[in-house]
Each structure stands twice: as C-alpha cells, then as structure tokens.
C-alpha cells in the first residue's frame, strides 16, 4: 500500500527532504493557523509563486518571532531564505529546515514632494 505522494498527489507542505542540501530564497505571501491533529495549532507559511508551504517548527518560529515580530501577521513580506540541513534530534542527525529573515518589507513609501519645507525654528 503506498502513501498519497506514491500515486501522484503530492503534499502540499514543504518535507525536510524536498530541501535536502539546497537553499531557497522566497518571500513570505501568507501566514495561515492550520490545527494538526498529532502536532496541535502551527502556522503555515505560505510563499509567493510557491507551491508549497511550509509548517513551522518551534525552532524556525522562535527565529521569525525574534527577527521580526512574535506575531505572526507581521511575517508577511518578509524575505526569508530557507536552508535543508542535518541537525541532531534526540541524539541522532536528521533532515530538517531552517529559516533565516533576509530582509523586512518597507514599512513607508517614498512620496514625491514638491512644496516647500516649512521652517518651524521660533
């Protein structure tokens, strides 16, 4: 018997393995609460022009929280690059990813100006 990615469905999340040894620079389009049956409520980020999202783990949430905000709408936009690597697991290496915040959104847009810039030194 074979699982739902053996006949072609595919998983909509993100796998350790799909990243394994390789890099991806994406940009965080949406950030959903999905509750897990065996892993309780997690958000799921999801990418711009991206198939797949990814779940995060406490590890990568802890990363986000203290590069950006703890709450997680404040995510959205943000540059992060995501990094397939081995990591120890209860004594033993296994695969996992990683998220590092590449850069934050603009927070204001440059308008043009053409008046004057009034002096208000008394």
């Given at each position: 018997m074979g699982t739902r990615e053996d006949y072609g469905y595919g998983s909509r999340f993100l796998r350790a393995e799909d990243l394994a040894g390789k890099t991806a620079r994406v940009t965080?389009?949406?950030v959903e609460d999905?509750?897990?049956d065996d892993r309780g409520l997690k958000p799921v980020l999801h990418f711009a022009g991206k198939?797949?999202?990814?779940?995060?783990?406490?590890?990568?949430?802890?990363?986000?929280?203290?590069?950006?905000?703890?709450?997680?709408q404040d995510w959205v936009g943000h540059v992060i690059t995501l990094k397939g690597e081995k990591v120890l697991f209860k004594g033993k290496l296994v695969d996992s990813i990683r998220v590092t915040v590449e850069s934050k959104p603009a927070k204001?847009?440059?308008?043009?100006?053409?008046?004057?810039?009034?002096?208000f030194a008394a």
């Open positions: 965080i389009a949406a999905v509750e897990f198939k797949k999202a990814l779940v995060t783990n406490a590890t990568n949430f802890d990363a986000l929280a203290a590069a950006i905000s703890p709450r997680t204001t847009q440059d308008v043009p100006f053409d008046g004057e810039i009034p002096d």
